[in-house]
């Protein structure tokens, strides 16, 4: 069975460019979870799509944003990138909202110079 | 919000030692889970442990969630138990849902 897979692994932006970010999480798994982990730190939630949707959202601002196809699937988008994006952005998935079920993937390194 | 505390924040070991490692939590959670973060990044789901014990392998955890604490224990630590250890912990309320994690333990353990 396929993991959770995210592209691309690794990703150089130029300050106020736009970044896109993708997740394909496991067969079956309707919800997709984005977090955010800059260098040396924990795991800040970013989001939480389910069936389509958008469930709940971490205390970022609105640059921050992304959306969930019908495959399940997710992009996620940071608008005007500034320096202290810079970070590994993982994604994980599970059955609809159950937490005790996730699966992360290996995560994009995103690098804003 | 859920503040989740955890301890030490690093922790070096020489290899076949046995560690303790320690994660607070500031209210009654419905989830807690043990993730493994390796040198690259991958995080590696260790144990789903809202109460009790469980063990796999040399790795084994015990949650007490009365008190709110959950314990991760490392025996005969080897150097691919190098990475950071996360606690990460959940509460429903309301079809509001994520895990919320800790800022981990980084444990080094040398030959």
């Known amino acids: 069975e396929a993991g959770v897979t995210q592209s691309p692994t690794h990703l150089i932006k130029t300050r106020g460019q736009q970044a896109t970010l993708r997740c394909s999480p496991i067969?079956?798994?309707?919800?997709v979870y984005w977090y955010q982990q800059a260098l040396g730190l924990g795991l800040q939630f970013l989001l939480w799509?389910?069936?389509?949707?958008?469930?709940n959202r971490g205390n970022f601002p609105p640059r921050f944003s992304g959306r969930q196809f019908p495959n399940y699937s997710s992009e996620l988008n940071v608008n005007a990138l500034e320096l202290e994006d810079s970070a590994l952005y993982l994604c994980?998935?599970?059955?609809?909202?159950?937490?005790?079920?996730?699966?992360f993937g290996s995560g994009t390194r995103l690098t804003v110079v | 919000g859920i503040q989740v505390e955890q301890s030490p924040p690093d922790l070096i070991l020489q290899e076949g030692a046995n560690s303790t490692l320690r994660c607070n939590f500031s209210d009654s959670v419905n989830n807690l889970q043990w993730f493994h973060q390796n040198p690259w990044g991958q995080l590696i789901n260790l144990f789903y442990i809202p109460s009790g014990t469980k063990q796999n392998g040399r790795l084994s955890a015990t949650t007490v969630a009365t008190e709110r604490y959950s314990l991760l224990y490392i025996s005969s630590s080897q150097t691919t138990d190098s990475g950071v250890y996360f606690c990460?912990?959940?509460?429903?309320?309301?079809?509001?849902?994520?895990?919320?994690f800790g800022a981990g333990t980084r444990l080094a353990v040398h030959p």
């Open positions: 799509y389910d069936e389509g949707e958008e469930r």
């Open positions: 067969s079956g798994h309707t919800s």
């Open positions: 990460a912990v959940a509460r429903f309320s309301g079809g509001y849902n994520k895990l919320i």
């Open positions: 994980a998935s599970s059955v609809q909202g159950a937490t005790y079920g996730y699966t």
